[in-house]
């Protein structure tokens, strides 16, 4: 079965950088998003990559978070600057195409403080 494979995730600092991916076959035809969730926390989003081109970055991230598409590398970026340890989650690539949609298993980020 086809799905999104997340990987990057690590243990970082508080204030550190880190950049997850997400690589997904024929990335470019799909709408792809980042979302996280925290333990007892509902699953967050994060960002999106439209197929246009076009990016958008939720408020709650933004000016801190950046999301990028590499089509030629079936590659989505999530590049988070300034970690807080609140960013702490599993951080979860959605792949969709029209109405069907894959989610990947998650890799885990952790924010020391």
């Known amino acids: 079965q ?4 997340e990987s990057g995730g690590d243990l970082v600092q508080a204030g550190g950088s880190l950049r997850v991916s997400c ?5 470019a035809k799909y709408t792809v998003d980042w979302w996280r969730q925290a333990p007892g926390k509902e699953r ?3 960002a999106t990559a ?5 990016t958008m970055v939720q408020e709650s991230v933004k ?7 590499e089509n ?3 590659r989505v970026d999530l590049q988070m600057n300034d970690l ?3 960013d702490a989650a599993v951080y979860y690539c959605k792949c969709q195409e029209g109405w069907t949609v894959y989610w990947g298993q998650g890799t885990q980020v952790a924010v020391s403080s």
Request: charged share 35%.
């Open 2 to 5: 086809v799905r999104p494979v």
């Open 84 to 86: 807080k340890p609140e």
């Open 72 to 74: 030629g590398k079936n």
């Open 50 to 54: 439209f197929i246009d081109g076009r």
């Open 23 to 27: 690589l997904m076959s024929e990335m």
């Open 44 to 46: 967050e989003l994060l």
């Open 63 to 69: 000016g801190r978070f950046t999301i990028s598409r």
